[in-house]
């Protein structure tokens, strides 16, 4: 939702009105009869799981009349979101998802057909600003430098892959790609590319004619705190290197910018990240209400595949353990869904729990997961039930191997895709795994 400038309009997305459908036999009210007969068990296709919404379409509300109305020229093809003013009022950007040829699982696939468009109110014209064939995401206009940013990453593939950061100069209608995608990282400090989920509604730093943004991305398990300058197309990690965990960017002004960080033996906790030239002074603004780093440690290990295929990829496993036990503890091997997706350094007041019961977890984030470069989310694709399998039991493995965890106690978990992963581990691996959780699985 945007005010104008005058705030004398209101901006925002809603569904489209369809009329109730009417039964051939019982048409009872006026609003019946203003839909098909017939028509009131047909299935119409929403956005899936956990976004029950059809043909989202923008609105102006005056607040003078008080009247609303939906913005004309808008193809029937296309549910629009993320729609803002342009810099004189005198029409909106928006995201434009395609109905076709496939609509379902917007919430947890990345990979549907979209587009930024401009449209004219004058004519109601549509321009298609963004490159086509992609899907796009986290639109945001800097309305002082005539800038439009946003991500985009190939439609269609898996689900989720290496984004790229577009900026394009409304004047001269000139696209640039900022930051691309990055095939394959060798170090853990590279760079693995973006892998980008939310953005703050404001995030260019140092008011609205800067050229740099500030968010965060996935870096391998951690997330990280990023600024980009469109000009020089320079990224740099902005997080603060002693605060191993991750961050979540709520909004930027001026120099300084607002976030979340957590990590798994510190709870959520807010904190000012004030900017300085190339320095970055983290000023804490809450206390975390416990901190367990007392009762469990943690440490983020790198594994190198041991079998084909794609052997030269990296992988992570995160290893919580108890402190003081004098006996080798039982193990939680925790497998995540997706398949691309992550199990992030975030506080899980599920892990802390188990370590505080007297269980080391260990969460792998296997080849395919996000945040380790576009090779990794590929090697997964034609390979789902091989890859991933083998790098978390491979991971477990080696930490059993290490001598403090109980062989004989080896448990396994995981939800969706980690369901299918752990029917998998108990499968190929019986009498290995002492017991299991499957939890929704997709099998």
Not at 411 to 419: A, I, L, N, W, Y
Not at 432 to 439: D, G, I
Request: hydrophobic share 40%; charged share 20%.
């Amino acid at each position: 939702m945007e005010w104008s400038k005058r705030e004398d309009k209101i901006l925002f997305v809603a569904e489209k009105y369809v009329p109730k459908s009417a039964s051939f036999f019982e048409p009872k009210t006026a609003e019946d009869n203003a839909g098909e007969a017939g028509k009131q068990y047909l299935y119409r296709e929403s956005w899936g799981e956990q976004l029950p919404v059809y043909h989202p379409l923008p609105v102006l509300f005056d607040m003078e009349t008080k009247t609303t109305k939906c913005i004309d020229g808008i193809p029937e093809r296309l549910s629009v979101g993320q729609a803002a003013w342009d810099s004189n009022y005198e029409g909106i950007f928006f995201i434009g998802w395609e109905h076709f040829p496939r609509r379902l699982g917007l919430r947890f696939c990345d990979n549907r057909k979209s587009a930024v468009y401009y449209l004219k109110f004058s004519d109601s014209s549509l321009e298609l600003l963004s490159y086509p064939n992609r899907s796009v995401a986290h639109m945001r206009l800097n309305t002082s430098s005539n800038t439009l940013v946003f991500f985009d990453q190939p439609e269609g593939g898996p689900h989720k892959s290496c984004q790229r950061l577009i900026a394009m100069d409304l004047e001269t209608k000139t696209k640039t790609i900022i930051i691309d995608t990055v095939e394959k990282t060798i170090g853990a400090d590279d760079f693995p590319g973006l892998f980008v989920y939310s953005v703050a509604a404001r995030l260019w730093l140092r008011g609205g004619d800067s050229q740099e943004l500030v968010f965060a991305t996935q870096w391998r398990s951690n997330r990280e705190v990023v600024s980009v300058n469109v000009k020089t197309k320079q990224l740099r990690k902005m997080s603060p290197p002693e605060l191993a965990g991750s961050w979540v960017v709520l909004d930027v002004q001026d120099n300084l910018v607002l976030c979340t960080y957590s990590s798994f033996s510190s709870p959520f906790q807010l904190f000012l990240l004030r900017f300085k030239g190339d320095d970055v002074v983290p000023i804490e603004l809450t206390q975390p209400p416990l901190l367990f780093e007392d009762k469990f440690t943690w440490q983020c290990i790198s594994f190198l595949p041991t079998s084909e295929p794609f052997k030269d990829i990296s992988f992570e496993g995160l290893l919580l353990e108890p402190v003081s036990q004098p006996d080798k503890l039982p193990l939680i091997a925790l497998c995540h869904g997706g398949p691309h997706g992550i199990c992030p350094t975030d506080y899980s007041a599920t892990l802390a729990s188990f370590c505080l019961l007297g269980f080391s977890v260990l969460v792998v984030n296997y080849r395919g997961s996000v945040g380790f470069g576009k090779a990794s989310i590929d090697s997964l694709v034609g390979n789902v039930g091989t890859v991933e399998v083998g790098d978390v039991h491979q991971a477990v493995c080696q930490v059993v191997a290490n001598g403090k965890v109980d062989p004989s106690r080896v448990f396994v978990t995981g939800g969706s895709h980690g369901g299918f992963l752990t029917a998998h581990l108990v499968g190929q691996y019986p009498s290995y795994y002492r017991a299991a959780c499957l939890q929704n699985p997709v099998i």
